[in-house]
């Protein structure tokens, strides 16, 4: 048994109800000035004042004291929707876009998902594994300590279970909590071009049956847009990853209200995401059905669109999370610091708002959070201590990370000091 004593943090946590915290609820949060957390075996065993924890502690019984020296200790953020495991960044296009370029435009130039989709066929499994490692560390060290990860530039099975084996290796090579999903259902691919009933015949009954008996997918998705894949199409796919043992979320309502928010609601997905155009009645669902709603602002601003709603999902009761959604094309960035500061100062969340966003409600979003996503006895001790005394420094020390030292299970992983 070993423990650890962080003393002299200024501590801000939202406390965990037992479920997703929405409404009001979003904006509560913990915080004491002279904090003090206790780690044993790489839990957290209390967390409160400096008396409180160490009362009726022997020194003996410390082996390791931190001093935070008055930093601002939160959760480790939670990034609860991303596409990480893909090889290169799709930049010309992005500079294309920022020109002008629309989408077909985009397309035949050769750009656009299908052109990730190329490259990843292509990458040998190694080359993949070190890139998709090294976005992982990217995001570790500005803070993120559990991450979800999709599969969905394959788009066969075979390129499909490749990326999903990278996933899990960087899952035990990356002192990250990984989630991996599966995403065969992102584009339909070129193969099947104007027979997406067909693909959706091959998710179904191949990919689905082979990924889960492999193991190697926690949650399946599916791209539920107009002209990608449709509400029928999400239900057949998602019904046949249920029954194979998978959790099921969406991408939801993007560019248009297609209804995903409404089936995300009546499946009881875990989470529903995206959800710029999703309708009132959508929203309502979801909220009424339990469903987690996450929001991706880095995407909205990658392409200069509008925010999706939040305040109005907020005082909707729907439970709201906030991720990078990084990706090759519509959001190229790790940064869970950058997220929140969208989230405060573009989509008018408070912080405390933003930090249950951030980190509990991403934790719900995964099914993970007995385990991680607040600073709750019991739970794993992963933690980052900022630069600043709140977690406001995270959007008002724009375009940095102010996250100095990251632990997960209680063990420094990333430090300022230590790069
Ligand atoms: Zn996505």
Not at 224 to 250: K, T
Not at 274 to 283: E, P, Q
Request: glycine content about 10%; overall charge negative.
């Amino acid at each position: 048994m070993t423990q650890a004593l962080f003393r002299n943090a200024r501590i801000w946590t939202p406390p965990d109800t037992g479920q997703p915290a929405r409404g009001p609820l979003q904006a509560r949060v913990l915080s004491w000035d002279r904090g003090c957390l206790l780690v044993r075996d790489g839990r957290i065993r209390a967390v409160g004042g400096e008396r409180d924890v160490t009362r009726g502690l022997h020194p003996e019984e410390v082996e390791q004291e931190i001093d935070c020296q008055g930093r601002c200790m939160m959760p480790g953020f939670i990034d609860a929707h991303t596409h990480l495991c893909f090889l290169s960044p799709r930049e010309k296009e992005f500079q294309a876009r920022l020109e002008g370029a629309d989408y077909l435009q985009i397309l035949e130039a050769g750009g656009g998902i299908l052109s990730s989709v190329e490259s990843v066929r292509s990458a040998s499994e190694e080359e993949l594994f070190a890139r998709t490692r090294s976005r992982a560390l990217s995001a570790l060290r500005a803070g993120t300590t559990t991450m979800e990860i999709k599969s969905g530039y394959g788009l066969a099975l075979e390129p499909e279970l490749k990326q999903l084996r990278v996933i899990r290796r960087v899952s035990r090579e990356a002192p990250v909590t990984v989630v991996p999903t599966f995403l065969g259902a992102h584009a339909v691919p070129p193969e099947y071009r104007g027979r997406g009933d067909d693909y959706v015949d091959e998710i179904v009954n191949r990919m689905i049956p082979a990924v889960s008996a492999a193991g190697l997918a926690r949650f399946c998705d599916v791209f539920c847009e107009d002209g990608v894949f449709s509400p029928g199409q999400g239900r057949r796919i998602l019904e046949a990853a249920r029954a194979a043992g998978m959790g099921i979320r969406l991408h939801a309502d993007e560019m248009k209200d297609t209804g995903g928010a409404a089936l995300a609601a009546s499946l009881r997905a875990s989470c529903a995401d995206h959800l710029l155009a999703a309708g009132d009645d959508g929203i309502a669902a979801m909220a009424a059905a339990g469903v987690v709603g996450v929001l991706l602002p880095a995407t909205a601003y990658s392409m200069r669109r509008p925010f999706a709603p939040a305040r109005k999902m907020i005082e909707a009761g729907l439970p709201v999370a906030i991720a990078t959604d990084c990706n090759p094309g519509s959001s190229f960035t790790e940064s869970m610091p950058f997220v929140f500061g969208l989230a405060v100062m573009l989509m008018g969340l408070s912080v405390a708002e933003a930090l249950t966003a951030c980190t509990l409600n991403g934790a719900y979003a995964l099914g993970l959070a007995g385990d991680a996503g607040s600073l709750t006895a019991g739970k794993r001790a992963d933690l980052v201590l900022l630069e600043g005394e709140t977690p406001s420094i995270l959007a008002f020390h724009a375009g940095v990370s102010p996250v100095v030292d990251v632990f997960a299970a209680g063990e420094k992983v990333a430090s300022k000091e230590l790069a």
